[in-house]
């Protein structure tokens, strides 16, 4: 059973690599599965998890699982078109309840924290005694008010990019191209790690070539 | 009619709840000194090493009544290389009940948060100095219980800033339904979307619409469906084939309901089909599977990656990138951007994703919203201005008015938890 289990993974790994060269059967078979399975998998696991895990188990406790329940039960009310209206109610508290708390969490690390990390000196005597160590941080600070500020004039809608407001937002928009090409590479390794994972599977326990 | 009114204002009632209770409750916490002094006396245990002192406990300020501070002098034989401690360890016993360790700490310790504890239990502590060969224990605090605090005041500057930020944002509401041009300057990628639709309608394809695998409670999956009206709003205008393929259910329901609704306005409700939007998997990675299949059997002429992504987002660009479609991407989160802006023809970076919805629509709330997020902006600009020339001021020379306004500036944006 072991080993039709790993040749099962083997013969649907190649199958979704086998992608790469075009279109084909194989992947069509696999990507069935794979979709299917998942689907089948995260249906059970969201009603043990959430529907028993977290109301059934904990209902005489918590009276206000209740409420999750009921909204839950209205989202359902889609499927009888007479009354199918109901199920925006429930809709209507997930949107709202997410913006609300979105907003603090916004608020908190996008604006207060952001900006309380950008009061900085440009200059300071304790800055180091070294020339490197006085410059590393004069530039270092520069780096982190300037770019904050011109990226906060790119991400300013209400006035045209022109003269010198335009330059400011030109150079947030270059800080921020640089920030996003040094995370480019970073991103790309791990994105390899996830290829190298299925290799090293089919190279390792499948073929057995490398111990 | 009216509950469709009514559901209108739900979530923005909803949300404007949810939001106040936060600031008001007890989210984050702090610390302030409630006396109880320790009195008795433990069990007598070795007293080689000399044993903590001066343990207080008291309850955590602005908590749901969940946690308590716990602070002591660690032992005089507590020294950094010769010192004879190697740790300490904590006791609690809770309403008169037998005491029992809840935690070791590493020598140097001086003070631990007791959290997951509840409301109308008394705790009692002691803490044990460890040495090689003894233990030493400190007398045993009073009996305290937690608090749970209603108000949380640590983010009373976070509810100012937020009130004059909504406040702006009702303002420019309130003149723009008065019928003044609220100005937006040009969004390179949105200006883009009625050509892309319109290329698509010329050439017979479809229009794939990707919302991102988050579900309704990201925000950014939120500013997907708000987009996604106003392109379905065009694709019934134009009669383009729009298809989305969702990995959350939820998302599924939004994104039928927000499509029907533009096909309703353009008086084509006949041409919607519930076959538009359908789910494929929560799963990630399957989730892919079936969007690069989509892409590459429907070779649809215009792609949509808007919302929430993660490791899937250069594997679906790419893909969309091969078939030839013209791609629109946004996203607000930083790791995924590079992969859009190298694989798509225009990407909507951070912050243009959230005032796309606004600039497509034009509608005064949306415009409304956004001018009023520029002016949170521009007075962000403007204390960093201002801060920073008072913290290089007072770095070169020390002057004790400026020193004091950069405290303030530095304690409002200060969020202490």
Known sequence: MEHFALWLAAFLTLGIISFLYKDNAWYKLTESIFIGLSAGYWMVSLFWDNFYGKFWVNKSESPYLYVGAVLGLLMLLRLVPRIGWISRWPLSFIVGATSGLWLINYFSSNIMKQIEATILPLFSAQFGSGFDAGAAAIIGNLVIVTGTFSGLVYFFFSKEHKGAFGRTAKLGIWIIMITFGASFGYTVMSRMSLFIGRIDFLLSDWLGMIL | ?417
């Open chain 2, 1 to 417: 009619m009216k509950t469709i009114g009514l559901f209108r204002f739900l979530p923005a009632l909803t949300s404007f709840s949810i939001a106040f209770f936060i600031i008001f409750s007890p989210a984050l916490k702090a610390q302030a000194p409630d006396d109880s002094l320790s009195t008795t006396s433990p069990d007598a245990l070795a007293v080689s090493i000399a044993p903590p002192t001066s343990l207080v406990v008291f309850d955590y300020k602005y908590d749901d009544g969940e946690a308590l501070e716990l602070t002591w002098v660690p032992s005089v034989d507590d020294l950094p290389v010769v010192g004879k401690v190697t740790g300490y360890e904590l006791y609690r016993s809770d309403n008169g009940g037998e005491f029992y360790k809840i935690t070791e700490l590493i020598p140097g310790s001086n003070n631990f948060r007791d959290e997951d504890l509840s409301t109308g239990v008394n705790y009692v502590y002691y803490i044990v100095a460890l040495s090689a060969d003894a233990r030493a224990a400190s007398v045993k605090t009073e009996a305290i219980q937690t608090h749970r605090e209603w108000l949380n005041f640590n983010l009373k500057y976070l509810f100012l800033i937020a009130l004059i930020i909504s406040a702006s944002v009702i303002y420019f509401i309130e003149t723009a339904r008065r019928g003044k041009k609220l100005f937006v300057r040009k969004i390179a990628g949105l200006e883009a979307v009625d050509d892309a639709i319109g290329q698509a309608t010329e050439m017979g394809r479809s229009i794939l619409f990707i919302p991102g695998i988050n579900d309704m409670d990201e925000v950014q999956t939120l500013a997907a469906i708000t987009i996604l009206g106003r392109v379905s709003r065009v694709v019934a205008d134009y009669d383009t084939k729009i298809h989305m393929p969702v990995s959350r259910s939820l998302v599924m329901t939004a994104a039928r309901e927000t499509i029907k609704a533009s096909y309703m306005a353009a008086g084509r409700p006949d041409a919607y089909s519930d076959d538009m939007v359908h789910y494929v998997t929560d799963e990630q990675f399957g989730y892919v599977a079936a969007v690069d299949a989509i892409m590459v059997r429907e070779k649809p002429a215009t792609i949509f990656l808007l919302g929430s992504f993660f490791a899937e987002s250069l594997i679906l660009a790419e893909t969309g990138n091969s078939v030839g479609a013209i791609q629109i991407a946004g996203t607000a989160r930083p790791a995924q951007l590079p992969f859009f802006i190298a694989a798509c023809d225009f990407t909507l970076i951070g912050e243009e994703l959230f005032a796309a919805s606004a600039y497509l629509s034009g509608e005064p709330k949306q415009l409304g919203s956004l001018k009023g997020q520029d002016v949170g902006k521009a007075l962000a600009m403007l204390v960093i201005l201002i801060a920073v020339i008072l913290a290089t001021i007072s770095e070169i020379r020390p002057l004790e008015t400026v020193r004091y306004v950069l405290d303030f500036l530095i304690q409002v944006f200060t969020i202490k938890t």
